[in-house]
């Protein structure tokens, strides 16, 4: 999932371009669509996800809450770190695409329900529509907030993959989710978040897409 290098990093040559204000409006609304869609799939097959949208379906489940207030309420604690280490207009974006998130996921059963989709084709579909998604986010200097916000200031400032600091955090995540979900279930959701990672990890590289 790399954003993209932090000013001290980037190589040397012409400045990088800059995406104007509409293209970043066009790239965060894309990738929320996306990944809307790919939490909308994993709910309708009663499958789980990583990161913090994973720790909210967990929390929804055990509480009888909406996901989409629970979301947005676990990731506030995260915009202090965006606000020192990532600066206002990458919060303010991650804000943007954090609530546009959790509107999507309030009126998404009433836009869009599905027939019958099978649990592992299901899983592979929503972890590769929502790691598109998150590429969007990303590269538009955003994040979906919560472990994102960590994972792209540890690749920014140390290299180290974000695609890695989320399979390492999903791991917690889907520790939880054995006691909540059947094994199955807790099987294919593994298999979606694996799908997901693999997507950003391959994908989104600094040295590669410097364009902020």
Known sequence: ??????????????????????????????????????LALLQHLGLATGQIA????????????????????LNLPFYWLAIRRMGWAFTLKTFAAVLLITVFSMVQPKLLTFGTVS??????????????????IFRHRASLGGVGVLALYLQDRYGFRAGWTQMIVDAGVFALAVFTLPPGAVFYSV???VALNLVI????????????
């Open 1 to 38: 999932m790399a954003a993209g290098p932090s000013p001290e990093n980037r190589p040397e040559g012409p400045a990088a371009p800059r995406h104007s204000a509409l293209e970043d409006a066009q790239g965060l609304f894309a990738g929320t669509v996306m990944v809307s869609l790919g």
């Open 119 to 136: 649990p592992p084709v299901g899983a592979l579909v929503a972890g590769i529509v929502s790691g598109a998604g998150l590429l969007a």
């Open 201 to 212: 990890a391959i994908n989104h590289r600094r040295d590669r897409y410097i364009a902020m």
């Open 191 to 193: 298999l979606g978040a």
């Open 54 to 73: 994973g720790l909210a379906l967990l929390v929804a489940t055990w509480t009888g809450l909406g996901f989409g207030p629970v979301f947005f309420c």
